[in-house]
């Protein structure tokens, strides 16, 4: 079965720091960038960070840019998410999700499969 | 406020046609390809349409995308009640360096 699954999710205070895992299974990773995305409740969606598959290519949001960290494992087929300096609107669920094409591209081009999601609320 | 932009709403019949739109500019949708995203109530999204008009396997031709200079549009003919869900569309923005989402629609089959 071709799916994504992420953790590392949970309630932290502002100013705290997280990490998000994304493992893969069933499906080529290592060959792939790597998005990650975020729900706030009741909110739509908000892309977060890319990484290439080569790591050579890595993008932020402007609202995460210098804050959260993107990295990656191919040999793990795990993807990180190290978040630091958390705000109470980086509440939200997390997913991570694949880029369509494989190959080492300028940039994400379609997401798909995406994981489940985890939440992360941060909150004093 | 997203870059993209979507209408809030829309809502049809079952069996009828609707269509969505996704506005941008020139930075955007005007020089990139667009994709389409399902969300059903509850559940993580789901890929729909990539590169403006295609489908991924086992998305059935009931759903639809074109593209037109800075717009892009999401067709979906007999609405079924199953449909019903979040739809966004997404795109790089090539001048910002970064993903773009709509807002997303909310689609109510009557």
């Known amino acids: 079965e071709v799916q994504l699954v992420e953790s590392g999710g949970g309630l932290v205070q502002p100013g705290g720091s997280l990490r998000l895992s994304c493992a893969a299974s069933?499906?080529?990773?290592?060959?792939?960038?790597i998005n990650w995305v975020r729900q706030a409740p009741g909110k739509g969606l908000e892309w977060v960070s890319y990484?290439?598959?080569?790591?050579?290519?890595?993008f932020y949001a402007d609202s995460v840019e210098g804050r959260f960290t993107v990295s990656r494992d191919n040999a793990r087929n795990s993807l990180y998410l190290q978040m630091n300096s958390l705000r109470d609107e980086d509440t939200a669920v997390y997913y991570c999700?694949?880029?369509?094409?494989?190959?080492?591209?300028?940039?994400?081009?379609?997401?798909?499969?995406w994981g489940q999601g985890t939440l992360v609320t941060v909150s004093s | 406020q997203s870059v993209l932009t979507q209408p809030p709403s829309v809502s049809a019949a079952p069996r009828q046609r609707v269509t969505i739109s996704c506005s941008g500019s020139?930075?955007?949708?005007?020089?990139?390809?667009v994709s389409w995203y399902q969300q059903l109530p509850g559940a993580a999204p789901k890929l729909l349409i990539y590169?403006?008009?295609k489908r991924p396997s086992g998305i059935p031709d009931r759903f639809s995308g074109s593209k037109s200079g800075t717009s892009a549009t999401l067709g979906i003919t007999g609405l079924q009640t199953g449909d019903e869900a979040d739809y966004y569309c997404?795109?790089?923005?090539?001048?910002?360096?970064?993903?773009?989402f709509g807002g997303g629609t909310k689609l109510t089959v009557l």
């Open positions: 069933g499906l080529t990773f290592s060959n792939h960038g």
């Open positions: 990484i290439s598959s080569s790591t050579r290519t890595i």
């Open positions: 590169d403006n008009n």
């Open positions: 020139s930075s955007d949708i005007g020089n990139n390809f």
């Open positions: 999700t694949r880029d369509g094409l494989s190959g080492d591209y300028g940039g994400p081009n379609w997401f798909d499969p």
């Open positions: 997404g795109t790089w923005d090539s001048s910002l360096s970064v993903w773009v």
